[in-house]
């Protein structure tokens, strides 16, 4: 229960750290709007991340049978796909962090706590790389595809927990914290941060 409880934990900061639009708009819509509406907007964003933990975990139960003959092939391809996300968050810091031409953020209109949670929760729910990431996790550990219904239930938790967690965080900061987080520097960091963890999480399913 504790090894779905600490992988749901990685799984879930593994996606939710990179600073991207939707973070972006979270701090600004903070600053703004204030904490209250910037807690909600966060818990948008991360049941996103744990609908989608959900559906990979339900998904990844009732293919077991299916996949069992070819379960080496797919851990390699989990492990590759892993390693394409890896790659892909930290070249994208990097190149953000090189291009000196960045974008200004759209300031958010005044919104309602319920508008806020619902909104966050829409634009994370069309970022398909979250169901990707964790869809390749689970098909690609044995350990979360033999795993029971309670560790998997854990493994969903904990995975929303995390993303809550540092969602929480970046509102929480406010104006300062944000300006240090969306900045080029912040952004590069936290780019290679989760790059580094989804690499670890990918060559660890070797393992």
Known sequence: ???????????????????????TYLVVLTARTGLRIGVYAALGVATADGLYALI????????VPVIQPIAVPLRWISVAVLLGLALHIGFTGIRNYRDSAKAEVTQPVAIGPLKAYVSLLGITLLNPTTVVYFAALVLGSE??????????????????????????????????????LTGRRGRLITALASSVMITVLGVHLLW
Not at 8 to 21: D, K, N, Q, S, T
Not at 56 to 63: Q, T
Not at 147 to 175: D, P
Request: hydrophobic letters at 65%.
């Open 143 to 180: 350990d979360m595809t033999a795993a029971s219904g309670a560790e998997h239930v854990v493994f969903v938790i904990a995975a929303f927990a995390a993303s809550a967690s540092w969602q929480l965080f970046l509102a929480g900061g406010g104006a300062v914290l944000g300006k240090a």
């Open 56 to 63: 990979a975990v339900l998904g990844g139960s009732r293919l």
């Open 1 to 23: 229960m504790s090894a779905a409880f600490v992988a749901g934990l990685l799984a879930g900061y593994g996606i939710a750290i990179p600073v991207g639009a939707v973070a």
